[in-house]
Every structure is written in structure tokens, then in C-alpha cells.
Nanobody, 121 residues
Framework: QVQLVESGGGLVQAGRSLRLSCAAS????????MGWYRQAPGKQRELVAV???????NYSDSVKGRFTISRDNAKNTVYLQMNNLKPEDTAVYYC???????????????WGQGTLVTVSS
């Protein structure tokens, strides 16, 4: 069984920075894409940033230039460096991984439990 554990959320003032981490553990053969999504109160979950195993990244327009996603493939870990945070970044941030447990198994999407980021003005 695979588990994603996020850490690094909290309460910060606007303009400050936070770094989120997400480590995948368990029966993992390979991980394709890892990424971060967020869900603000009353809104749908939205993509923040994703990174492929080869380093290709994609960001939502709202975080480009402020957030940076990175991966440590040896540790099955993905990070999200969030700079110049704004109140509208307040949300629960979820880690996601597209992975497979065995060589001939299909890729499946696994989600973390979420970590709350609150940005005060």
C-alpha cells in the first residue's frame, strides 16, 4: 500500500514564504508525475504545479513566478517552495502522485491527506 505524507503547512503573513514537502512511501515501483493541488473554501480543487520524473514542470498562471516545484526522485519526494504568498493562496494543499506498485501494474493516482496553508493580510 502506498501513502503520501505532506508537511510544511501553516499560518504566514502575506509576502512571506513556506515550503511544502510530500513523501511517498510503501510499495512503489516507479512514479511518473508528482504534483500539488489546492482547494480553497467553497471552491473546486485546482492544479498548482506538477513535475514529471524527467523534470518537466507545469504551473497554474496564478502561481507562476512565485512557486517552484521540485523533486527528489531517490527519496520519492516532491517539494513546493512558495514565495511572496498572498491571501488568495489560502487553501488546503494536496499532494498527488501518479505511480505503479509493480512493473506490469497500471499507473494509479494517489493523494495525500492535505495540509492547510493560511495567508493573513
Amino acid at each position: 500500500q502506498v501513502q503520501l505524507v505532506e508537511s510544511g503547512g501553516g499560518l504566514v503573513q502575506a509576502g512571506r514564504s513556506l515550503r511544502l514537502s510530500c513523501a511517498a512511501s510503501g510499495n512503489i515501483f516507479s512514479i511518473n508525475v508528482m504534483g500539488w493541488y489546492r482547494q480553497a473554501p467553497g471552491k473546486q480543487r485546482e492544479l498548482v504545479a506538477v513535475a514529471s520524473s524527467t523534470g518537466i514542470t507545469n504551473y497554474s498562471d496564478s502561481v507562476k513566478g512565485r512557486f517552484t516545484i521540485s523533486r527528489d526522485n531517490a527519496k520519492n519526494t516532491v517539494y513546493l517552495q512558495m514565495n511572496n504568498l498572498k491571501p488568495e493562496d489560502t487553501a488546503v494543499y494536496y499532494c498527488s502522485a501518479n505511480l505503479k506498485a509493480r512493473m506490469y501494474a497500471p499507473y494509479l493516482d494517489v493523494w495525500g491527506q492535505g495540509t492547510l496553508v493560511t495567508v493573513s493580510s
